[in-house]
């Protein structure tokens, strides 16, 4: 992917949410499919299917959109 284009798939989350929890090693293990997953609705859709949490969600949503802005930045 461009640049341009991880650009507007990161502009699609609006607020970035609150998770209040320090980094796992479990939890990076279990969201270890955001690197699989560049566009934001089939993110959100593999999440949905991997955990109920909303603390997980939170943190796999941070850890995606870290790492997608890091990769158009690079």
């Not at 939890?27 to 955990?51: A, H, Q």
């Amino acid at each position: 992917m461009t640049p341009a284009q991880i650009e507007k798939e990161l502009k699609k989350l609006e607020v970035m949410p609150s998770w209040g929890k320090a980094q796992n090693d479990d939890w990076d293990k279990l969201s270890g499919f955001i690197y699989d997953f560049p566009f934001y609705e089939e993110f959100i859709g593999r999440l949905n299917s991997v955990s109920p949490s909303l603390a997980f969600n939170n943190y796999a949503v941070h850890r995606w959109f870290n790492y997608w802005s890091a990769n158009a930045v690079e």
